[in-house]
């Protein structure tokens, strides 16, 4: 077994290696002496230092070689899977996972000046993401609801987008992906009132199971206004009759 030789990184007060532990071990123990969770939908980037991400995606293809050769599959010879496992692996680390391992994005918010204070709904925007049970594919659609007061933060439509899909990418169920969607918002908004309407399909339903090609899973989440007034919740549904399903 290689010998691990540690120091202190400074201002952080976790210990560097020399090289021969895994990137992955290195990461997680940072995360461990933090005292912080790192479960699948999680973001972990403020643990992981600058160059490791390639370290982490040639482990994740070493292993995933592995596991294609557990299921009996030639990789040397077979020229459609000679190169899968690295593809794999940057799916995972760079796409598909990717919103564990990076900063969330760069977003200016603006104020309120005119005051607004009445409905804003923004929808569709597209989601991919992959169900943490089975890592297959969810493709859906989210709208959000807004009401912002005069203190609120506004944003560009695009970032709604680019915020969402920040979250989605990570391994996910849609209950808890689309509570993570509505935390972020309101955090950069601080509005009055929120809501989250999540429609979509899932694969681990398509692919395996009952294999059943036309369920779809729709849930919502409402925050301040949206959740004590029916009257603002059933005039956002009745803005989304139609769209959703549709």
């Not at 020229?79 to 940057?90: I, L």
């Not at 009401?147 to 808890?176: C, D, F, T």
């Not at 689309?178 to 809501?195: C, E, N, R, Y």
Request: aromatic share 6%; glycine share 6%.
């Amino acid at each position: 077994m290689a010998t691990q030789i540690t120091t202190m990184e400074e201002g952080r007060g976790w210990p560097l290696t020399d090289g021969l532990t895994p990137v992955a071990d290195r990461i997680r123990e940072r995360i461990q002496r933090a005292g912080k969770r790192f479960h699948a939908n999680d973001n972990i980037q403020e643990f992981v230092e600058e160059g490791e991400l390639p370290e982490l995606e040639a482990e994740v293809a070493e292993k995933m070689k592995a596991v294609l050769e557990t299921l009996v599959i030639d990789t040397r010879s077979d020229h459609n899977t000679r190169e899968t496992a690295q593809r794999v692996a940057k799916l995972y680390v760079r796409e598909v996972f990717g919103g564990r391992y990076v900063a969330p994005p760069k977003v200016t918010e603006f104020p309120n000046a005119a005051g607004l204070n009445e409905l804003m709904i923004v929808g569709p925007i597209t989601v991919r993401s992959a169900c943490s049970h089975h890592l297959c594919p969810i493709i859906g659609r989210i709208w959000v609801g807004v009401m912002p007061n005069e203190h609120s933060e506004l944003i560009g439509l695009s970032k709604y987008a680019r915020l969402i899909e920040w979250v989605m990418s990570r391994p996910q169920i849609q209950e808890e992906a689309i509570a993570q969607v509505a935390d972020l918002l309101q955090t950069k908004m601080q509005p009055d009132g929120l809501a989250v309407v999540m429609e979509a399909d899932h694969s681990c339903m398509q692919w395996r199971g009952v294999k059943d090609m036309d369920s779809k899973m729709t849930n919502s989440v409402m925050r301040g206004s949206f959740l004590d007034s029916p009257e603002l919740r059933r005039e956002f549904l009745s803005l989304l009759h139609g769209r959703i399903s549709g």
